[in-house]
């Protein structure tokens, strides 16, 4: 199960992605979208506990490695937010800096639950997600 900080500011679910631009890069076909989005929603949750867990044994590489894969996740549907955080993790698990990548993955898990959020509402499966 995925846990969350709340402890830092977050944008709105309004600010996180659009799914009409996310929507017109897949040449507006709204079935492949939704595959997409779903497939993301269920598969994200196991790489940022990858991620978490390359962290916590501080290991510079597999935090780089862990969060290359979940930017390319991210980056299908947004160039803000947890794009930009989980790039900055990535650079400090190049350059050895575990102690920041773990303060900066508590502010990534509070990006990616607005964004899974509002992806779940996309796909109508909501149930769960709070304002």
Known sequence: MMMFNHSHPVMTRSEVWSPAAVLEQFGGDDALLREVVALFV????ERVEELRSAVQQKDGEAIRKAAHTLKGAIAN????GPTLTVASIEQHGRFER???????LSQLESQLEVLLCS???FLD?????GE
């Open 125 to 129: 499966t909501s149930s769960g997600c």
């Open 98 to 104: 575990s102690d920041e990548a773990a303060a900066t």
């Open 77 to 80: 549907f947004t160039a803000d």
């Open 119 to 121: 992806m779940r509402q």
């Open 42 to 45: 269920a598969d994200c949750p």
